[in-house]
């Protein structure tokens, strides 16, 4: 018992900060609605961004797989698990993502653990945002390569890390979007340093695909660098509506990943039926970018009307909206009582975002409708004055 005596301590030291993390049930299918711990509440916290999570087209095509295949693959893909439906959407990955081939992989956490240790060993260097995701960071520590942190989306700082820091192989790695502020790294500058010193180029897409680009083909079609970047990381978990993840770039890179990357040589792959849902979402989005102009038209309207409420929504450029509050307790608060109200928005502190930059991370979607915006505007509007935060 006295062995783990920490975990009662550490428990409490976080519940007096107001950090410990409230995990509520979700007991209906993902929608601009949901119902959570039994009550109907205006779904303001899920990063199902165009509404696919319940979408007739992606259910069909997942009912469709499960009859065919069955419900899991067997194996791991290298052994006898690599089924058609993984195979086709490899491929209409790639296409939407206008890349040689990509490999698809069990979820966007595991893409970043399988590529950066295939790309870099012991005697490497990486050069990483500060502010990337967890993922990135698990990957990069996986690799064994030494790892530079540059200030976030500074490329002078890039540049000064990389003139003082020799290696084997070097590679720069940041997130597309970044998931807590909703701000966009400068990926045309940070490829003219790469250029320039010759480094390996990782980008996740994990929040710009179905976003960001030509009918949300993602951050690098945004910045005209089609085909520059060597790999692109993704996930199928937000946009897409699903679950998974990849990596997308030439075919002989994809190819190393198929030889070397651990995931997918030790962990077995996803079901069918979660693979055909994935690519239905991709040939809705191949199909039309309506869905996509719908997202961008709702958070603009959304975070226009936050600011004119008087609340500070960061600098986030995309429909990632931030809602700064600043002390952890006040953000727990601020979220419990709009959940009273009928508005899910979780209250995000550290170690997810830097201590004192507590914040309710409001995510707007294709799927609310004006009114579900409006409802949700209220609700802040009367919970924030209540709280004095506005
Ligand atoms: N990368 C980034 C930038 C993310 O925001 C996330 C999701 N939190 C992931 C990777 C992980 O994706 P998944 O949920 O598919 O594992």
Known sequence: MSRLGFISRETALLAEQGLLINIRTVSSAQGPWFDVDGKRVLNLCSNNYLGFANDPRLKSAAREALERYGVGPGAVRTIAGTMTPHVDLERSLAEFKETEDSIFLQSGFVANQAVIPALVGPDDVIF????????????????????????????????????????????????????????????????????????????????????????????????????????????????????????????????????????????????????????????????????????????????????????????????????????????????????????????IGYPTVARGKARIRAMISAAHSREDLDYGLERFAKAGRDLGVI
């Open 128 to 347: 990483s945002d500060e502010l990337n995701h967890a993922s990135i960071i698990d990957g990069c520590r996986l690799s064994g390569a030494r790892t530079v942190r540059y200030a976030h989306n500074d490329v002078c700082s890039l540049e000064d890390a990389v003139k003082t820091t020799p290696g084997r192989r070097r590679l720069v790695v940041t997130d597309g979007v970044f998931s807590m502020d909703g701000d966009i790294a400068p990926l045309d500058d940070i490829m003219t340093v790469a250029d320039r010193y010759d480094l390996i180029t990782v980008v996740d897409d994990a929040h710009g695909e179905g976003v960001l680009g030509r009918g949300g083909r993602g951050i690098v079609n945004h910045f005209g660098l089609t085909g520059r970047f060597d790999v692109e990381i993704g996930t199928l978990s937000k946009a897409f509506g699903v679950v998974g993840g990849y990596a997308a770039g030439s075919r002989e890179t994809i190819n190393w990943f198929k030889q070397k990357a651990r995931p997918f040589l030790f962990s077995t792959g996803l079901s069918p039926a979660d693979v055909a849902a994935s690519m239905a979402a991709v040939r809705v989005l191949q199909e039309s970018d309506e869905l996509v102009k719908r997202l961008w038209d709702n958070a603009a309207y959304f975070k226009e009307n936050m600011r004119a409420l008087g609340y500070d929504t960061g600098m986030s450029r995309t429909p990632i909206t931030p809602v700064m509050i600043g002390d952890a307790s006040k953000s727990s608060e601020l979220s419990r009582r709009l959940f009273a109200e009928g508005v899910f928005a979780q209250s």
